[in-house]
């Protein structure tokens, strides 16, 4: 397939959120490259994957071009494409993107070099919806009404879980997956990752968080099962480690791959974040190179426990408990709004990498104006020098 999209960007390489100079002693830690195996970023800012729900058929369009390459252009170090399911069945709406077909591969990496072509590096991240899959985007979804129809364009006869039990009474019934199925979704991700590095992708995330299927088969809420991938801690942690390890297998060994992991479900008898150390130190071991630290998203019943903790930062206190237990990188997010959070968060041994993400969507350019706050001296797009301040005189 060709590319459907003009390439100026080509022509017109950009540096944008490179440090203008290094001569500075004490550049905010925010604006200090992090290195994850052969991978340097130029920064510590971050765009975790957010779903938009605008794809067909999975692939990628001429939204995703201009969102995504907005939020690169605004000068952050990575920016991880959406979640990308491995199969048909593997979406959450039927809107989302996808990289189960080799003819997802082009349009991916248009989106590849654009981000490039503004200084930041690519990630995508891979996922499989599980029990949450064939729903109804959020703004087109109603009270009690979640499931996608196949009138809708959805697939609620073919929703796979561990067990064979619905998210909500609104969500469509899953039917438990065989043996042989978990193999193939395992093999499924492994297809992805190959395709991602067609794509020219520089990071890959899995995503084993937010009530996906990894988080399910993690969870007793949602794994029922009574065979090898269910029951006690060693079982539910099994499909994790056989994907990832399989993924780790398949994506170059010089690139970094990562995983975003829900440390607690919020939920008493739920996953929790002791059971999240376990996993990590594991991973670790299989060659994870970050771990994406979030919370939540297996139980509508997490509210209960979750909303009076809500507020800046209210989930960085899981990274820093991981990353001290386990000695490994982590990126935090949840609420991170203001530079100088950020910037503190980094400084407390909190967490490696900082994920913005709704607060990129409200100023794709935040980066810049983080620099500003903390007094660094970036690089602006050739477009817009017009615009970037300039450093105070020397006397």
């Not at 507020?311 to 000695?327: C, D, H, I, M, N």
């Amino acid at each position: 397939m060709t590319s459907r999209f003009v390439a100026p960007w080509k022509v017109i390489p950009s540096v944008t959120g490179k440090l203008v100079s290094s001569e500075a002693k004490d550049v905010a830690k925010l604006f200090t490259p992090l290195t994850l195996r052969g991978l340097s970023l130029k920064n510590r800012i971050a765009v975790p994957p957010m779903c938009m729900y605008s794809a067909q058929d999975g692939f990628p369009n001429n939204f995703h071009l201009v969102h995504l390459g907005g939020l690169a252009k605004g000068g952050a170090g990575l920016v991880i494409v959406e979640m990308t399911n491995v199969a048909f069945n593997a979406r959450i709406s039927p809107h989302c993107l996808g990289i189960w077909k080799d003819e997802h591969v082009a349009p991916h990496k248009d989106l590849v070099d654009f981000i490039h072509s503004q200084g930041a590096a690519a990630g995508i991240q891979i996922a499989h919806a599980g029990r949450k899959a064939s729903t109804l985007p959020p703004f087109l979804a109603s009270p009690g009404k979640d499931t996608a129809q196949k009138e809708d364009g959805g697939w609620p006869d073919d929703v796979v879980a561990p067990s064979a039990v619905a998210y909500d009474t609104s969500y469509p019934n899953p039917r438990e997956l065989s043996k042989d199925e978990i193999k193939q979704v395992i093999q499924d991700f492994v297809a992805a990752a190959k395709r991602s590095e067609k794509a020219g992708y520089d990071f890959l995330e899995i995503h084993g968080a937010h009530g996906y299927l990894v988080h399910q088969f993690l969870s007793p809420l949602s794994n029922h099962r009574t065979d090898e991938y269910g029951g006690s801690l060693e079982n539910r942690l099994r499909f994790a480690i056989e994907l990832t390890t399989a993924v780790r297998e398949a994506w170059p060994v010089d690139k970094p791959l990562a995983i975003r992991l829900s440390a607690t479900d919020w939920v008493d008898g739920g996953w929790d974040e002791d059971e999240t150390a376990v996993l990590v130190d594991k991973l670790k071991d299989l060659g994870v190179d970050l771990f994406d630290i979030s919370t939540s998203g297996n139980s509508p019943l997490q509210m209960k426990k979750m909303l009076p903790a809500i507020r800046p930062g209210y989930q960085v206190p899981f990274s820093e408990k991981l990353k001290k237990a386990t000695t490994t990188t982590v990126s935090a997010v949840g609420l991170i709004t203001d530079a100088k959070q950020a910037e503190e968060i980094l400084q407390a041994n909190q967490a490696d990498l900082i994920m913005v993400g709704r607060e990129m969507l409200r100023n794709p350019h935040w980066p810049l104006k983080a620099a500003q706050e903390l007094g660094v001296n970036v690089q602006y797009p050739p477009q817009y020098l017009a615009v970037q301040p300039r450093p105070p005189k020397k006397d």
